[in-house]
T-cell receptor, first 117, second 113 residues
Framework: AQTVTQSQPEMSVQEAETVTLSCTYDTSESDYYLFWYKQPPSRQMILVIRQEAYKQQNATENRFSVNFQKAAKSFSLKISDSQLGDAAMYFCAYRSLYLGGSEKLVFGKGTKLTVNP | EPEVTQTPSHQVTQMGQEVILRCVPISNHLYFYWYRQILGQKVEFLVSFYNNEISEKSEIFDDQFSVERPDGSNFTLKIRSTKLEDSAMYFC???????????FGQGTRLTVV
């Protein structure tokens, strides 16, 4: 079974600075997706960024980028120019891409990000 | 922008009562999911639904739980006899095709007293 580990329960960053959230995972599959979801105080789950394991290039979405290290099974999220609105819980998630494999998302425990003005 | 809609946003129920949580997935989506998040804990998979049947379920999804897509637009989660430990945020999600990302609703907070 796949597992996702987020070793940082809480992180803080100054507004306009850069912060990196860590995520490691364990799987025996070679094809899969990795995601970062943001959960603000409203508790809605919002997709931040997605990475396909077969792509070597790291995904980027505006101020959000990932460092995907497949061999190390590491998938960190970098938030540049942090804004007050970035304050939220961030969840790393895994999903199989294997046809016939599980469709479910496997989540880590989350990292609570605080942005200080 | 299309979105997944869940109702109610908050439901309080007495232990032992049946509850139905409702979801309207994005209209052309084919895959539907329920997840739950006990306060302060991680999001856990409950069940996935495709082609009018359950495609996968977790250990949490026991006989007290059922899902239904009664009219081609709604997707419901029923808990037959609620327990205190069913108190959680329940998220519905949907996705269009196999290799796409899931979009989540805003969640229903269920409180069992």
């Amino acid at each position: 079974a796949q597992t996702v580990t987020q070793s940082q329960p809480e992180m803080s960053v100054q507004e306009a600075e850069t912060v990196t959230l860590s995520c490691t995972y364990d799987t025996s599959e070679s094809d899969y997706y990795l995601f970062w979801y943001k959960q603000p105080p409203s508790r809605q789950m919002i997709l931040v960024i997605r990475q396909e394991a077969y792509k070597q290039q790291n995904a980027t979405e505006n101020r959000f980028s990932v460092n995907f290290q497949k061999a190390a099974k590491s998938f960190s999220l970098k938030i540049s120019d942090s804004q007050l609105g970035d304050a939220a819980m961030y969840f790393c998630a895994y999903r199989s891409l294997y046809l016939g494999g599980s469709e479910k998302l496997v989540f880590g425990k989350g990292t609570k990000l605080t942005v200080n003005p | 922008e299309p979105e997944v809609t869940q109702t109610p946003s908050h439901q309080v129920t007495q232990m032992g009562q049946e509850v139905i949580l409702r979801c309207v997935p994005i209209s052309n989506h084919l895959y539907f999911y329920w997840y739950r998040q006990i306060l302060g804990q991680k999001v856990e998979f409950l069940v996935s639904f495709y082609n009018n049947e359950i495609s996968e379920k977790s250990e949490i999804f026991d006989d007290q739980f059922s899902v239904e897509r009664p009219d081609g637009s709604n997707f419901t989660l029923k808990i037959r006899s609620t327990k205190l430990e069913d108190s959680a945020m329940y998220f519905c999600a949907s996705k269009g095709g196999y290799a796409t990302e899931a979009f989540f609703g805003q969640g229903t907070r269920l409180t069992v007293v």
